[in-house]
């Protein structure tokens, strides 16, 4: 018995029209709405009986009769080979050069809030390095010689001896959900939504830093971050996000070192702001007085206005959700009931709620919230739809 | 000016003689006891002055003058190359094959609670399988015929349309920590603790499909969980862990679906039990009124008591801590400042509270827990020391 999937699973690059001419004209229906009539009220079996067969149960396979791949075949593993289409991917004819580009978080296919390291969504100015962590070094300094008492370079390991912290949070560019403003311009969620990841991020607060060095705390209320790769990039953080303790220099992300696309050895953490602030390959800290006005928030990174002016020094992600499963592209080949997944996320805190419409608007239920709701970080909603 | 790193980091496999002959005889000490009197004490600057100047600091780097790698380039990432030595490992002669062996977790190199998937632990019977999903079955039958009203084989696309949950969770094997029962064997963390894992896991509870299959709760008191690898794995779970909503028939692992040698494309997850219950490459799921005294909870995975009889059907893992760092086989290259790090679990539920000592147990002092505290999850603890 071949048995077909409720969902197929969404077209990991752009839609192949191929693939849909091949869909069964009508496919086999019903399956899991019959399950659960069936269990919620303890009728008549209508299920597949185990007492069916099928081969691929009754027989034994080849894992069951061989010998499998032995331990630490790969010292660090892999995915399926069968999940290989799961990629970050560019939206073709996005950019002109793949340094100062984008890839895609494929959020249609993930679970959960942790984004896998692999599938971490980029963002490059002028493309990525892998820096070695023996000869990086973080400064700090002042505006001026009063700001800063105790001038400080440090290397990677005498950061990594200091007090960390580990948190989860989401990170997610700017632009982040703007493609789609002007009309439906990209055909699934991996390119609406997948500036977005989320990571157990691990590293020393940067006010324990400025402190260290002897910061003028009431002078000093911006601190300019300067990552350092070639593209100059540098953004201007207020002291009230330092102060919060939120603000990390990090080095870890989801229990190892950074990796090289993600700033490795250090990238700054500023949770709730937009993802051009958590300056990569970072190398150079100041505390001043004034906003620095850099390229890339006064003329880069900028927000048109309802009134027509551009706001600079845009921060905070403000709260958003969006329904990963079903969602652009995926094909429901049932009726029937189908588990609708989604996710939440606010620069501004915890999700308190999400209500899900499956009728463009015009009633709305509660959804489930996947526990523990973290500050600012992703939230796994859910919601039961039978169609 | 070459700086010297305060901590050495653990040798990735076994001590290495040559390498500690090399250690500097007379380390530079003290960097950071000073940083933080300094900081402490508001006093005089003692510092590394950043105007005091070095070339990594003071020159344009590589990185900096030039253009980098594009996105996308690995459609699914990889940990930096100066990190290739972070692997999960074997310890050697711990067994003759490789395919009815262990890999431990590098412990000592990871931060946070989340176990990045590549490095996560292998324990195997007969080797692993990359198994297609396509061709997967789990079925569900009852040891009699009215112990299951609706026999079920499900498809992993049918598994995947029903509601599912995501949860935190270690994963321990029975014999972890076991190593050092007798005298000091092994020579760092990751093979005295290293058979430990955590990570979000995704699937649905396995008293949904129970339900859903018509079971009869009040006989069934026990269910057999069989693997679909050649070692007949099949371990008896009691009813009361089922019922409780834990037990989980797993897809996804920290995001994204499990890895191969992690029971692609289901496993059973069963928090706070030992890992050989968490059954890989999961086929089949029976309901009976009786434990199934199966060769791996009646001959192995057996527990010998103080009065000298072998325990059967070992499960819960009781309350666990280790220090992760300082730990085996790292040398500390400087007095002064360190901050410990380490791991606490239990299969019982979430750790209160860790306290360290750092005189062999005369003293002790209450550690931070890294928040949020999960029940039945690796919880991060730390503590500043001065050594």
């Known amino acids: 018995m071949d048995r077909l999937a409720a969902l197929q699973r969404a077209p990991e690059h752009f839609v192949d029209t191929a693939a849909m001419a091949r869909l069964p004209a009508k496919a086999r229906r019903g399956f899991l709405r019959q399950a659960f009539a069936a269990a919620l009220a303890g009728g008549a079996a209508t299920l597949a009986r185990a007492e069916d067969g099928e081969a691929a149960i009754l027989e034994p396979t080849e894992a069951a009769r061989g010998l499998g791949a032995p331990v630490a075949l790969d010292g660090y593993g892999k995915p399926s080979k069968y999940e290989a289409t799961l990629q970050r991917r560019q939206s073709p004819g996005l950019t002109q050069t793949r340094q100062a580009s984008v890839s895609f978080c494929p959020l249609q296919g993930l679970f959960g809030i942790v984004t896998p390291s692999g599938l971490h969504f980029e963002r490059h100015h002028q493309g990525w390095w892998d820096i070695d962590p023996r000869t990086h070094r973080l400064m700090l300094n002042g505006s001026d010689a009063r700001m800063l008492k105790r001038p400080l370079v440090l290397t990677v390991d005498e950061l990594m001896r200091l007090p960390s912290v580990s948190r989860f949070h989401f990170i997610e560019c700017g632009a982040n959900t703007a493609m789609e403003w002007g009309n439906v311009a990209v055909p699934t969620v991996q390119y609406t939504h997948g500036m977005l990841s989320c990571s157990e991020f691990t590293g020393v607060p940067l006010i324990t830093l400025l402190e260290m060095a002897g910061a003028d705390l009431q002078r000093g209320r911006f601190v300019l971050a300067e990552g350092g790769d070639g593209s100059g990039m540098t953004r201007t953080i207020p002291m009230e996000l330092v102060r919060s303790g939120e603000v990390l220099v990090a080095y870890g992300q989801n229990g190892e070192m950074l990796r090289p696309e993600n ?31 850099t390229k890339d928030e006064t003329l880069h990174y900028v927000d048109l206005m309802p009134d027509g002016r ?33 996710l939440a996320w606010s620069g501004r805190g915890k999700i308190a709620r999400v209500d899900v419409s499956v009728d463009g608007g015009r009633n709305w239920r509660e959804a489930r919230l996947q526990t523990p709701v973290m500050s600012k970080c992703l939230t796994r909603f859910s919601a039961d739809w039978v169609w």
Chains 1, 2 share one sequence.
Do not use: C, M, N
Not at 263 to 289: A, T
Not at 326 to 333: E, M, N
């Open 263 to 293: 700033g490795y050895p250090l990238r700054l953490v500023v949770p709730g702001v937009q993802g051009v602030s958590w300056v990569k390959w970072l190398r150079r800290i100041e505390l001043g007085d004034a906003p620095y006005g």
């Open 310 to 342: 551009q706001r600079q020094y845009s921060s905070i992600q403000e709260v958003k959700s969006v329904i990963t499963t079903p969602s652009g592209g995926q094909v429901l080949l049932q009726r029937g009931f189908h588990a609708i997944s989604g």
